[in-house]
Nanobody
Framework: QVQLVESGGGLVQPGDSLRVSCTAS????????MGWYRQAPGKQRELVAT???????TYAASVKGRFTISRDNAKNTVYLQMNSLKPEDTAVYYC??????????????WGQGTQVTVSS
């Protein structure tokens, strides 16, 4: 079982920056892929960015060039740095961890979410 705790959300103005964090209860090096998703009111949850234990990061087209996902293995924490925020970035941001099992399946773990609101 993996617990994920997000923090750092808040209310910002368009063009501002914000960083959200996700701290895992286990060593994140043992997690295959960590990522950030978001869900706006009335919309489906969507992928924002992922960072594997090995390999390259990926981003949704809507955030590429503005958001950066990174990790601090010593702190078991993954960050999402969000720059040039737009009102359409308003959503609850969820941290996700994907771990493979010995049987070839993948387990998904989710944090409780942190609200990011971009409004003037």
């Amino acid at each position: 079982q993996v617990q994920l705790v997000e923090s750092g959300g808040g209310l910002v103005q368009p063009g501002d920056s914000l960083r959200v964090s996700c701290t895992a209860s286990i060593r994140i090096l043992s997690i295959n892929v960590m990522g950030w998703y978001r869900q706006a009111p009335g919309k489906q949850r969507e992928l924002v960015a992922t960072i594997p234990s090995r390999g390259t990061t990926t981003y949704a087209a809507s955030v590429k060039g503005r958001f950066t996902i990174s990790r601090d293995n010593a702190k078991n924490t993954v960050y999402l740095q969000m720059n040039s925020l737009k009102p359409e970035d308003t959503a609850v941001y969820y941290c996700n961890a994907k771990m493979s099992t010995a049987y070839g399946a993948t387990n998904d773990y989710w944090g409780q979410g942190t609200q990011v609101t971009v409004s003037s």
